[in-house]
Structures are given as C-alpha cells and as structure tokens.
C-alpha cells in the first residue's frame, strides 16, 4: 500500500522559503547614525567614564551632528569646531561603527601622528567592536591569526578602516576612501615630507567618490590665522546649539560673558540668561540641553558644508563643570596679570575657540632692564640641570648654558663664543673643553652639563663628523630646526656621513625641532613679569632668569616675530627675522629641545628633591675638606639622579 504524505507540508514548507528569501531583498531599514548609537553602541570602561549603552539623551546636542554624518543625509562634509568634554571623538566612533555594520565604505581615520592613531586602535576603536555583536562578528577578533582585525586595518564586508597619523606620508597614500575622518585637525603639521598639507593630501584620496563621500573634521582650535579647524568652520553654515532659558523659555547661545560668580568664590557659579536676566544654576542645563536646537548662521552653505561650534560650557551636568571653568578662569587671571599660558589652553580647550597670539616679539629693554645680579657661571640654587645650546656659525660657535629648576624655571648661565674657522679643528677643541668642566652650584657643589644640542643647519657634515668622532651620544645632540612640525622633539634618525667622498653610517642620530613650537613657548614666558614680592611668591611657570648681558644679548633673544603670509595661495604664520642677528634665540630653543630630550619636562618632585639633596650633600663635603685645609684630589662621587646620568654617559 503506497503511503500519501499530507499535502500541507510542502505548502507551509513553501511558504517559509519565499519568506526567507523576500525577507533578504528587503532593504535595510534607513537607520540614522544616532538611531545606530542606541541600539548598538556600548562605551566601554577603557575609554570612558560613563560606561554602558549609548543614551542619546545624555548628549542631545550630539544627535543632529550624527544624522549629518548618516547615509540618508546628502551633506558631503561636517566639521566639529569644539571644547574639552562634549563627546566630539565619540561621535566620530559612532559614525565608524554604523558605517561598519550599516553602511560599509572604504574608511580613513587619521590621527595627528602614527603613535596616536595605535593608540586610538587600542583604546577606542577596538573596544567598541569588542562591546558591539554585530561589529564583532563582521570584524573578527585580533587574536585569530588570520584575522582581519589588525592594529591599523580593520577589514569587513564591503569595505575596510584605515588608521593613520599624519605625520605619516605612506598613510596619506593609502587607498581610495569614501568616508574621511580627520581627528585633531590642527595638531597636524603644516606639511608632511615635501609633499605638502596634509589635509589636502587626504581629502584627495576621497575624489574617486566625489558624489558620494563623506568627510568628518574634528577638532579643538588652537591659534588665530593658524587653526584648520577654524578655517574649515569659517567655510561651513556655521552652526551653534542654542537652549531655552528656563524661566522666559527664549532661546541663547551659551557664552561666556554670562557666566557669573563671587569674586574669588567659584561654587556660587551661575548663567544669566541675556533675554530676562534669570540666574540659572548648573543642575538646570541637563532640561536646557534637551530643549535646544542647531541654529546655522550661514545657511546658503547648508546643503554642501555644516559646521557645529561647541563650547564645554554645553557638557552636560556631571562631566566639565561651570565652576571648574570659573577656577581656571582665575587662575589665568591671577595677581591681576593674565597669564597667557594658562589662558590659551581656557580659550581653546574650554571655549572651543582660537587664541589670539599676539605675533609681535618680547620687548627687548624690559628684558634687559630686569636683568639679575647673580654671577655669571655660577648656578643659583634653583638652577638643577644643566644644558647648552650651540649655533654654527661660519667663523664661531655661538652657545648658552641653561640653568633649569622646577616648574621648568631658568637661567641662563653664561653665553661663550669659540672663535675660529667651524671647518678647522680649533673651536670645536674649546667647544669639547668647556662641555667636560663642572659648573660651580651655589650651594658649593659642582654640577656638570647633561646635554648638549648642536644645530647642523650649517655646516652639516663637519658637524655630523664631530659629533661621530666623540661617541658620546649621550652628551651631544644633532638637531635641526623645522616649521611646521607638531612636536617640540622628534624622534632621532640615523643620518650618513660623508667622509673623503664615501657616505657611511656612524651612527649619529638627528632630531628635528619644532622650532614654531619652541619659539611661541619661549615668548609666552618671557612676557611674564616676575613677582611683586620673589621672596613670598613664586615665579611663573617658565620664568626665565638672566644675569647682566649686554644689551645685543637681548636683541638677538628677541629678534623675530611671527607674521601672516599667503604660501601657495593659503594663509600661514611665519617666523620672520626682524634684525641681522639672532643666534641667542635659536641657542635657547636649542637649550629648550634638549632639556625636553634629557627628561626636564616629565621630572617629578621626588626626582627634583633628589637633586637637591645630592646638592647639598655634595656641599657639605666640600665644606669639609676646605675646613681640613686638604686639596680633594678628585671630584667628590656622586650618587643618586646625577650619578646615574652620568655613569649612563660612561663618565
């Protein structure tokens, strides 16, 4: 007897086939990159303060920047002009997870430099695919050997993530990319190589989608004239968030002005409002945020470029505080004097806006008038690590040794020339013989010089064989200057060596310098007027003391400005020389880059108080031989921070 099979069966298996198979021509549904965030986004511990599920509610300001970047907003470039605190990098995240999971591209993520764009791997991108599945998944882990989740590459259907830094030439070359996301744009250096700007060398990798890219700027400003980011803000529709007042409902941009405290007294902070004069407590924001809205000012740019300006006075409540802005507020304003270093990082940082440098040069005859009568080669107390600079000159080395003391207070020690012809042996003889001496320290004791930078900006070789044939690499230092680089040091490079004709490598390490970088530090700090009372307060961060050096001394310190100029049809800010002279400026930003290569800039209290108990100790024994009437026969041993720097020389 034949069996009959029930004839629903094939019917229903039918019907789940034709399900199956409608279901995966149906569309995606057109997620926004903020509806993304919620359903998908979790912060992980490693990166913020505030770990769990994304809340666009926490940041409501945040949402319509993320739609910008969405693929159902037709808007080819967004730029972020912003403060401390407001999740500006996060929404950049957001934007490469939903683009990974909803919307796959070729992505290019560049960092200021190479080492940030690993740790920004490490730190941000490879935590959220970690915490989301269905990034995970089409990710893969970095463990499995044939994965395609590497440091600086994360592949996956239908596209793939690139980090870079920007101080990366080979970075800038990579692949086509539809989506662009430049992360602290005006950290980048002006140029990369000889290439040119980097921001264009990347933009250009986004022409073969031209109708369909996507470019994201992120960034805090940094100088008037200089700042990228305010230049690409300055382009845009030119957005700012503004939010109801509480008690009149009438809708403000929140700016500093009216941010109101007792005088000395940050807790009693508040926000008047501009329209009814309320006094509006923090606490209250978290209602103003929710309410808000993006306003543009130039909206006839809207459909090609927005811009969104944030200051952190919009982090929301629990994050920068008002009143935190109001401490550091007074603290640029303290004693009545403005300090510029401190109220350049409040503008910037805080205000998310651009500083105005002043681009002229230090007064020279303030300078001089407030000279000090401490004596020349003999280090004041303060003064616990010795540097010199040295300029090459065509006939004479040009040189100043730096006292450096805590809070990277100075003084300059003395200024020596070695004269003679710099392609004969004779004042590069002066130049070993005075860097082997020990210094006298007020205490008694005698310190020795712990680095010494030399510029082979002139006289290149015979510099590099010099330093070659000392081997001390410890002591002496190959520098160049460079504008335009991000940092004030760079990492050393081998460099050859031409010797009778031939090129060789010896093993001499160059460091480039920023010598923009430099130079501003350097003025900043030596506009600062020195305390009304020294014996009660302190010296400002930076102070640099000098003993009484003629007037040309100070001339030469001061002998260039920072100007506008248009270079290839853009507007930059250049160092020019104002007078014929300047070798006292580059020898103290020389002095400045290797007392930053030696480790002054990250010494602590525990590694200055060393140093000065050594001192001290050091001068107690001199003390005791000369009251023995006994002529020491040798230097008396040191032991702690200077003897390891300089058995590490192999003195």
Request: aromatic content about 10%.
């Amino acid at each position: 007897m034949t069996e009959t099979l029930p004839t629903e069966e094939p019917k229903l298996g039918s019907d789940v086939f034709r399900g199956a198979f409608l279901a995966g021509l149906r569309p995606d549904p057109r997620l926004t990159v903020s509806e993304w965030a919620a359903a998908h986004r979790v912060l992980s511990s490693v990166s913020s303060n505030e770990a769990g599920p994304w809340r666009n509610e926490r940041t409501p300001y945040a949402v319509e920047i993320m739609d910008s970047l969405s693929a159902t907003c037709p808007v080819p470039e967004v730029t972020f002009q912003k403060g401390a605190q407001v999740a500006g990098t996060e929404i950049g995240n957001n934007w490469i997870g939903y683009s990974i999971q909803h919307d796959p591209a070729p992505i290019l993520f560049i960092q200021p430099t190479l080492d940030l764009a690993k740790l920004t791997s490490k730190t941000r991108i490879d935590p959220m695919i970690a915490d989301a599945p269905g990034l995970r998944e089409l990710v893969g882990e970095s463990r499995s050997r044939d994965s395609s989740n590497a440091m600086l590459s994360k592949n996956f259907p239908g596209g793939a993530l690139i980090l870079a830094g920007a101080n990366s030439p080979s970075g800038l070359r990579s692949m086509p990319v539809r989506k662009l996301m430049l992360d602290e744009l005006d950290e980048w250096p002006q140029s990369v190589g000889e290439q040119g700007d980097p921001e264009k060398l990347a933009e250009a990798r986004t022409s073969t989608f031209r109708s369909r890219r996507k470019i994201f700027r992120v960034s805090t400003p940094t100088i008037e004239g200089r700042s990228k980011i305010a230049r690409a803000f300055e382009l845009s529709d030119r957005r700012f968030y503004h939010v109801p007042c509480p008690e009149c409902k009438k809708l403000q941009k929140l700016v500093w002005k009216q941010i109101h405290w007792e005088k000395g007294d940050a807790s009693t902070v508040h926000y008047v409002c501009e329209h009814c004069e309320a006094q509006i407590p923090e606490w209250q924001k978290t209602w103003m945020l929710a309410h808000g809205k993006w306003i543009p000012e130039n909206p006839e740019r809207s459909h090609k470029h927005r811009g969104y300006h944030l200051s952190a006075l919009y982090s929301p409540f629990g994050w920068f505080s008002w009143e935190e802005a109001a401490e550091k507020w007074m603290a640029a304003h303290a004693g009545g004097r403005s300090n510029p270093d401190l109220l350049r990082p409040f503008v910037n940082v805080i205000l998310g806006e651009t500083y105005q440098e002043k681009g002229e040069a230090p007064n020279w005859a303030i300078l001089y008038r407030r000279r000090e009568t401490y004596s020349p080669r003999k280090v004041p107390a303060g003064g616990l690590v010795l540097t010199m600079g040295v300029d090459v000159q065509a006939d004479y080395l040009q040189a100043e040794v730096v006292a450096w003391g805590r809070r990277m207070e100075s003084w300059s020690i003395e200024a020596p020339v070695f004269s003679g012809d710099t392609e004969s042996a004779a004042p590069w003889n002066e130049l070993e013989e005075y860097a082997a001496q020990h210094f006298e320290h007020e205490s008694g004791a005698s310190i020795p010089l712990l680095g010494v930078a030399i510029d082979t900006g002139y006289r290149t070789q015979q510099v590099y064989r010099w330093i070659a044939s000392r081997g001390r690499p410890d002591l002496y230092k190959a520098i160049k200057g460079k504008s335009g680089l991000s940092q004030l040091v760079s990492l050393p490079r081998s460099v050859e060596i031409t010797t009778s004709g031939k090129r060789r490598r010896a093993g001499v390490k160059l460091y480039l310098v920023g010598v923009d970088h430099a130079k501003q530090e350097l003025y900043g700090w030596l506009r600062q007027p020195p305390p009304n009372n020294p014996e009660i307060e302190p010296y400002p961060f930076g102070f640099a003391h000098f003993p009484e050096y003629e007037e040309e001394f100070f001339r030469q310190l001061t002998a260039e400005q920072i100007v506008p100029k248009t270079v290839k049809g853009y507007r930059r800010w250049v160092w020019e020389q104002t007078r014929p002279r300047n070798e006292a400026l580059d020898c103290r930003v020389y002095n400045r880059a290797v007392a930053s290569m030696i480790g002054v800039d990250r010494m602590g209290p525990d590694q200055w108080n060393e140093l000065e108990e050594n001192l001290h100790g050091l001068s107690e024994k001199v003390a005791a031989r000369r009251a023995k009437k006994t002529k020491p026969k040798g230097q008396a041993k040191k032991t702690g921070y200077l003897d390891r720097r300089r058995r590490s020389r192999g003195r």
